[in-house]
């Protein structure tokens, strides 16, 4: 139900144009990551599309809603999916992606180094 909340929450809140504010824990993201996405999305790239990497000028080009918030645009993807990355909204908490995103965006910021 928590989880159910936190999507509805956030939906709601890019329907009305704000941005929601994440308090996510970026190493616990990291972890996450590491369990999770790490074979497809190493250092950032992409093993299965190459073009769709999580360097920060693929995800402003190609990742909907991007510029008006970045973790929130990186929350919808992680828990929907699109094409062959699939969704892990059934597979992780809404607290667990919220994480991943606050991870995949400082890294991207920093360019994954």
């Given amino acids: 139900m928590a989880r159910l909340f936190s999507l509805f929450a956030l939906c709601l809140a890019l329907v009305l144009g704000a941005s929601p504010s994440f308090a ?3 190493a616990h993201g990291g972890q996450i990551f590491s369990a999770n996405c790490a ?5 950032g790239g992409n093993v ?3 073009e769709r990497t999580l360097k920060k000028d693929a995800l402003e080009a190609y990742l909907a809603n991007y510029a008006d918030g ?7 993807q992680v828990t929907n999916g699109k094409n062959a990355m699939p969704a892990f ?5 809404a607290t667990d992606i919220e994480d991943v995103a606050a991870y995949v965006e400082s890294q991207a910021s920093a360019g994954w180094s």
């Fill in 24 to 26: 996510a824990d970026a």
């Fill in 39 to 43: 074979a497809c999305h190493m250092g």
């Fill in 48 to 50: 299965v599309n190459a």
């Fill in 70 to 76: 970045h973790e929130a645009a990186i929350v919808m």
């Fill in 89 to 93: 909204g059934g597979k992780l908490s």
